[in-house]
């Protein structure tokens, strides 16, 4: 779904998995390399040179394995473990890895991201879906519980060379969710030439 910095973890991030047609979401907290790494291919951003997990997908390919799935099986102490297996069309091959580096991998390669039923209900919040108001204007709680109303951009309304400003200065600013948001309108408006 999207990465920002992870306010009780100085110079961590907090990567956020979105359940397929459901409301849950799964906080993974990451480093700022693999921060780096999965923002800027969820951007569409080439680096000028490979990044590791661009340099791992090549070299699979190279080979003819392929990452056929990644499966968060464990949450312990704070920590997800993952599994992926790979196929070469014979055989499968399971190895343990960190979430952030299979993550950064699976995005890269398009396969899907699995979790157990417990594991979703241990870490998983419900992102309740709520109406867009008419005008545009999203709540903010204040420190006394009530709302305040605050003005959002229409990013919609944007040109396409502001959107890339926006999108760059976003990505300058870490401010990944927000990145994430505009890119995707981004892409709808360069499609929609």
Do not use: W
């Amino acid at each position: 779904m999207g990465i920002s910095y992870n306010q009780l973890q100085s110079g961590a991030y907090a990567l956020i998995l979105a359940q397929v047609g459901g409301p849950y979401r799964i906080p993974v907290v990451i480093g700022p390399a693999e921060a780096q790494s999965i923002a800027m291919h969820i951007e569409g951003m080439t680096p000028p040179r490979p990044l590791t997990h661009d340099l791992f997908v090549s070299l699979a390919q190279a080979y003819g394995v392929r990452l056929h799935e990644v499966f968060i099986h464990k949450f312990e102490d704070g920590i997800f473990s993952s599994e992926l297996t790979f196929t070469d069309g014979r055989r499968e091959i399971k190895l343990d890895g960190r979430t952030s580096d299979a993550i950064a991998i699976a995005i890269r390669i398009g396969c899907p991201i699995y979790t157990t039923p417990e594991i979703l209900s241990e870490t998983g919040f419900v992102m309740e879906e709520t109406a867009a108001p008419s005008d545009h204007h999203d709540e903010a709680t204040r420190d006394d519980g009530s709302y305040i109303a605050q003005r959002m951009p229409r990013y919609d309304q944007y040109t396409i060379e502001e959107l890339e400003r926006t999108l760059k200065d976003m990505i300058n600013d870490e401010q990944y969710e927000e990145a994430a948001k505009i890119n995707e309108i981004l892409r709808q408006k360069r499609n929609n030439r």
